[in-house]
């Protein structure tokens, strides 16, 4: 049993550790990805932190005056 146990808890970290790794930085309270270019459906409204474009679908863009 205590094998088994060892194994999952490396296998859950080993899946934790690679999640963390895939992520996409979220801008524009979480609606944008943050990328070197946008898709051909999302515009640039913003920069990032990390100096990258703020990507967003029309529909998740502020509607301006």
């Known amino acids: 049993m ?4 060892v194994t999952l808890a490396v296998l859950l970290l ?4 690679t ?3 895939g992520s ?3 801008c524009w309270n979480y609606h944008g990805s943050c990328r070197d270019e946008c898709l051909k459906n999302e515009k640039v409204y ?4 990390s100096g ?7 529909k998740d863009q502020p509607h301006l005056p």
């Open 52 to 58: 990258k474009l703020c990507c967003l679908r029309p």
């Open 2 to 5: 205590k094998p088994f146990l």
């Open 24 to 26: 996409i930085e979220k």
């Open 46 to 49: 913003v920069f990032c932190m």
């Open 14 to 17: 080993f899946f934790q550790v």
């Open 19 to 21: 999640a963390a790794v």
